[in-house]
Nanobody, 120 residues
Framework: QVQLVESGGGLVQPGGSLRLSCAAS????????MTWYRQAPGKQRELVAD???????AYTDSVKGRFTISRDNAKNTVYLQMNSVKPEDTAVYYC??????????????WGQGTQVTVSS
């Protein structure tokens, strides 16, 4: 079985910083793309950033220059460094990893979500 566990959410003031983590564990052969999504109240889930296994990254326009996605392949972990946060960044943040496991083939695995609230 494969499990993703997220951590790092919380309350932060506008202009502050926060670092999210998402660690995968279990029977893992390989992980390709890792992605962060977010869902604000009353809104659809949106892709925030992703990173391939070769390290190529992509960001939604609203977070470019403020957020940085990175990964540690030895730890099966993806990070999201959030700087200069704004109230509109408030959302539940979810990670997704595309994982080849012991059962053969690949599938998407999701974290449980972590709440980020930006407020003074």
């Amino acid at each position: 079985q494969v499990q993703l566990v997220e951590s790092g959410g919380g309350l932060v003031q506008p202009g502050g910083s926060l670092r999210l983590s998402c660690a995968a564990s279990g029977s893992i052969f390989r992980i390709s793309t890792m992605t962060w999504y977010r869902q604000a109240p009353g809104k659809q889930r949106e892709l925030v950033a992703d990173i391939t296994n070769s390290g190529a990254t992509a960001y939604t326009d609203s977070v470019k220059g403020r957020f940085t996605i990175s990964r540690d392949n030895a730890k099966n972990t993806v990070y999201l460094q959030m700087n200069s946060v704004k109230p509109e960044d408030t959302a539940v943040y979810y990670c997704k990893q595309v994982i080849w496991s012991g059962s053969g083939g690949s599938r998407d695995y999701w974290g449980q979500g972590t709440q980020v609230t930006v407020s003074s």
